[in-house]
């Protein structure tokens, strides 16, 4: 029996180091697999700075696997119990930091607004209606939202 198999278990799930839990419930938050380039953009952040070796230990426990550009968890269950992990009163937030994490690595990088990507206004928009922001961080995000729109109409 692997470790993806009874990761389920909030107990097995507690053995895990803050680092790889932390790793889980990160990577839970994009669903059932996350792009090598995010798990990078990430991991330049301080806050995430130790998630690509946590990646690597993870493939290693048998959590995820990896398949080209992609880690892919393991199984439902190994995503299922590290998104339950996250307290539910503080998802809202933990999807917003995720996302604006990602919006600064990807604004340092001078990209064209036009093509922000749609997980970094996805995880900001989660974590929205339940955060204060200022008039001026509202407008900067409506702007955001209505390029990601626009962008999806050209097609």
Same mark, same amino acid.
């Given at each position: 029996?692997?470790?993806?198999?009874?990761?389920? %278990?909030?107990i097995?799930?507690?053995?895990?180091?803050?680092v #790889?839990?932390?790793?889980?419930?990160?990577?839970?938050?994009?669903? &059932?697999?996350?792009?090598?380039? &995010? !798990?990078m953009?990430? %991991?330049? %952040? *301080?806050?995430?700075?130790?998630?690509?070796?946590?990646?690597?230990?993870?493939? *290693?426990?048998?959590?995820?696997?990896k398949?080209?550009d992609?880690?892919?968890?393991?199984h439902?269950?190994?995503?299922?119990?590290?998104?339950? %992990?996250?307290?539910?009163?503080?998802?809202d937030?933990?999807?917003?930091? !995720?996302?604006?994490?990602?919006?600064?690595k990807?604004?340092?990088r001078?990209?064209?607004?036009?093509? !922000?990507?749609?997980?970094?206004?996805?995880?900001?928009?989660?974590?929205?209606?339940? #955060?204060?922001?200022?008039?001026s961080?509202?407008?900067d995000?409506?702007?955001?939202?209505?390029k990601?729109?626009?962008?999806?109409?050209k097609g």
């Amino acid at each position: 029996m692997t470790l993806a198999n009874v990761i389920s %278990s909030s107990i097995m799930y507690s053995l895990l180091s803050f680092v #790889l839990q932390m790793a889980l419930k990160v990577c839970s938050c994009f669903g &059932t697999k996350i792009h090598i380039d &995010t !798990i990078m953009d990430l %991991s330049s %952040s *301080q806050e995430y700075s130790g998630l690509l070796s946590a990646m690597d230990d993870s493939v *290693q426990e048998g959590l995820f696997h990896k398949s080209g550009d992609f880690y892919h968890f393991e199984h439902d269950n190994v995503r299922e119990t590290a998104y339950a %992990s996250i307290e539910i009163d503080k998802r809202d937030r933990f999807h917003f930091e !995720i996302g604006m994490a990602l919006y600064m690595k990807w604004k340092s990088r001078n990209c064209d607004e036009d093509n !922000i990507s749609f997980i970094i206004i996805d995880l900001i928009n989660y974590g929205l209606p339940s #955060l204060p922001c200022s008039p001026s961080e509202k407008i900067d995000i409506a702007r955001l939202n209505l390029k990601a729109g626009l962008t999806s109409m050209k097609g």
